[in-house]
């Protein structure tokens, strides 16, 4: 009840903040859209009142072309007149999290313990209809070979209106979406008096193995929302080309994390997050007082501050050391290993996010001119996770665009195997140019990936829900 009432407080307060951003925004909807392969500083060097209304930029390559001719959603963006409550940013972003939705779509729990005793739940969306019984012998069959999607949520845990539309509509195109929920999040029982750190995907790995080992005929895709893509970058980035993953995508994501938690969103949103976290973390305030100062933790000011007195503290109840928070950062950084991701990934973004900031300060464009694994589809209009377009029907267009991506790159893939195979036939050393998608390895950072999956997890002593 008392997480209801922050949520509508916190709908009133951006109502009511959001009205005096009603501005100029009729030009960008008289742009043609643009969807040509932009080349080097083409992103970076627009100007917001020149930008085209969608823009797909990356580094020129085949699987680009083909992304291009396949996903129509690359191409054509619905244009937002300048009235529209959707050309404000900050009600497409409230919409986005917080309205309400009449979904369908329900959720079994498995609470997956991992290999220092802690737990992380893995929700399993089921449609409305038949039994959870038959649903559940449905979702654990070995024999399977529908595609997963792997929804992992912002960092704070919120399940947003956003998170579920995706659930919905990948049911709807035979995928089975499981969201992964961190420590203490959602309803989750913490265990152990240790939170996940920003970008440390030790237990999203722990969490992917057991995906695969429960459905192991299944091709794996992953969609981050908002801060969470800095676990899925981290993730991607740390197991490179043995993440068991075919392709990714992030909506809205934040790329200079430290920047952002320094200097903060926009002040109702900062606002609206720190009171989300603290009434989360209300919960374990007794737990956590054997570990931290819940005294500092709670009166807090800032994301910064908040962070800094959950994990850079010294010791039990130890005092901030010098150096602390940028050593933070170098171990949680979602680019730190970005060269090594080995599978595509597509960005979704929007020019006028109110929670990420400026473009040109907070995009990272020459990952995106330079790494011919990442894409970037920048839009004009569509807020934080919001992206909302007049007649879009039940299914949102970045939900669309993302279904398309992973639908072309499965295709690319499979198109440029098959050539492979046939120039072996015909006694060839190669078939040309193609793109480089590494499929098998081995972790980054574990030198050997065990297949003996009970030696790893004690999966009888995990419990669903």
Not at 49 to 76: D, R, V
Not at 86 to 115: E, M, N
Not at 204 to 216: G, H, K, M, N
Not at 259 to 287: D, H, M
């Amino acid at each position: 009840m008392l997480e209801w009432m922050g949520a509508v407080c916190i709908i009133l307060v951006l109502v009511v903040s959001a009205w005096p951003v009603l501005k100029r925004l009729a030009e960008a909807c008289a742009s043609d859209t643009e969807h040509k392969v932009q080349g080097p500083g083409a992103g970076a060097g627009a100007g917001a009142g020149a930008a085209p209304p969608l823009a797909f930029i990356c580094k020129p390559s085949a699987l680009a072309n083909y992304l291009l001719q396949h996903c129509k959603s690359f191409c054509k963006p619905d244009s937002i007149p300048a009235w529209s409550w959707r050309s404000v940013a900050s009600l497409q972003t409230v919409c986005g999290a917080l309205w309400p939705h009449d979904s369908t779509v329900h959720f079994i729990r498995d609470h997956l313990q991992l290999s220092d005793d802690g737990l992380v739940a893995l929700d399993w969306a089921v449609g409305g209809g038949g039994s959870g019984t038959h649903h559940k012998r449905r979702r654990t069959s070995s024999n399977s070979t529908s595609p997963i999607l792997l929804i992992i949520p912002n960092s704070f845990g919120k399940i947003t209106r956003n998170v579920l539309k995706l659930c919905e509509v990948g049911l709807a195109h035979g995928y089975l979406p499981v969201v992964f929920n961190r420590r203490s999040q959602n309803g989750t029982p913490l265990s152990t008096v240790k939170l996940q750190q920003f970008g440390d995907p030790a237990d999203l790995r722990e969490a992917v193995r057991y995906i695969r080992y429960r459905q192991p005929a299944g091709r794996l895709y992953a969609v981050s929302e908002s801060t969470g893509s800095g676990l899925l970058l981290s993730y991607l980035g740390e197991c490179g080309s043995s993440s068991y993953m075919t392709a990714a995508a992030c909506l809205s994501p934040i790329f200079r994390c430290q920047s952002w938690f320094e200097n903060g969103p926009t002040w109702p949103f900062n606002w609206a997050l720190l009171l989300y976290q603290k009434i989360c973390l209300s919960r374990y305030r007794t737990v956590l007082g054997e570990l931290i100062h819940t005294e500092s933790l709670f009166s807090s000011g800032s994301l910064r501050a908040m962070e800094e007195v959950l994990f850079c503290q010294a010791g039990l109840k130890g005092a901030q050391v010098e150096g602390a928070w940028e050593a933070y950062w170098e171990r949680n950084d979602p680019l730190r290993d970005v060269d090594e991701v080995a599978i595509p990934v597509l960005c979704v973004c929007s020019r006028d996010d109110p929670v990420r900031g400026e473009p040109q300060a907070t995009l990272p464009w020459e990952l995106f001119e330079t790494n011919p694994h990442f894409f970037l589809l920048l839009t004009v209009l569509g807020g934080h996770c919001g992206f909302s377009f007049p007649e879009e029907g039940p299914v949102l267009w970045s939900h669309q665009a993302v279904l398309e991506f992973f639908r072309a790159t499965t295709e690319f893939f499979a198109a440029e195997e098959r050539a492979k195979q046939s120039a072996r036939r015909r006694g060839l050393s190669s078939v040309g140019k193609t793109f480089r998608h590494r499929s098998v390895s081995t972790c980054k950072r574990l030198p050997a990936c065990s297949h003996n999956i009970h030696a790893i997890y004690n999966w009888q002593r995990s419990y669903t829900r």
